[in-house]
């Protein structure tokens, strides 16, 4: 079936460091890839995505490529900030479907 | 233009009660999807509507949970006869009609506790 996989946590990284959350992925069809970002008590924010191979979602500093060779969509980012302390979903969606499929979500935690 | 609205965004029920959960979809979207989150997951799917039809409801647990999205005001998500097992956060999310399933936006959630 359709699913994500993505590392478990929980990161702690220091301020500035390189980050990196795996996900991979498992689907039917041609899938499109997400990260969420969850604060705190807060819902999902969409943070990048990206809709087909090789394609490179950006956003605030976090990239991603779709890789469908090595099926990932692997998460990183150059520096990190104490800001950036949430909990990271990576999901998928397929173009014929109507659901998301979440992975279950790597908590970071930035110190400064 | 507001975003999906959920209220209320904290519930606390005891057991055997009945839960009641409200989406309000962005304006002019007129697809609504429900998603559980349990304690240490990820969210899970439960339903997808439309205004007045229910399209997917693969998700959803057979007994005690159904869900609404009438031709006015929000979806409702309802659980009735609640146990511990249902403290989660529950999402809603919706789409405009011409959206494919990644035009999602999701609204801020729902927290029950069930006591």
């Not at chain 2, 057991?15 to 349990?38: D, F, I, N, T």
């Not at chain 2, 439309?50 to 997917?56: G, H």
Request: one cysteine or more; charged letters at 20%; a neutral charge.
């Amino acid at each position: 079936g359709d699913s994500v996989t993505q590392m478990e946590g929980p990161v702690t990284l220091s301020e500035e460091a390189f980050l990196t959350i795996n996900c991979t992925y498992t689907a039917t069809g041609y899938p499109s890839l997400f990260w969420y970002v969850q604060y705190p008590g807060e819902g999902l924010q969409l943070l990048l995505k990206a809709t087909k191979a090789d394609d490179k979602g950006s956003n605030k500093g976090f990239e991603a490529t779709y890789r469908k060779e090595t099926t990932s969509f692997h998460l990183e980012k150059g520096s990190v900030q104490v800001s950036d302390s949430a909990v990271y979903f990576c999901a998928l969606t397929l173009n014929t479907g109507n659901q998301f499929y979440f992975g279950t979500g790597t908590s970071l935690t930035v110190i400064p | 233009n507001a975003g999906v609205m959920q209220n209320p965004r904290h519930l606390v029920r005891r057991r055997g009660q009945e839960a009641r959960l409200r989406c309000s979809p962005m304006k002019g979207h007129s697809h609504v999807y429900w998603y559980r989150q349990l304690p240490e997951e990820g969210l899970k799917f439960m339903v997808y509507l439309q205004k007045e039809n229910i399209i997917d409801e693969s998700g959803m647990p057979k007994e005690r949970f159904s869900a609404e999205f009438p031709k006015e005001g929000p979806s409702i998500l309802r659980i009735q006869q609640v146990v511990r097992g249902d403290s989660a956060a529950y999402f809603c999310a919706s789409s405009p009609p011409e959206g494919k399933a990644y035009e999602q936006y999701f609204g801020p959630g729902t927290r029950l506790t069930v006591t």
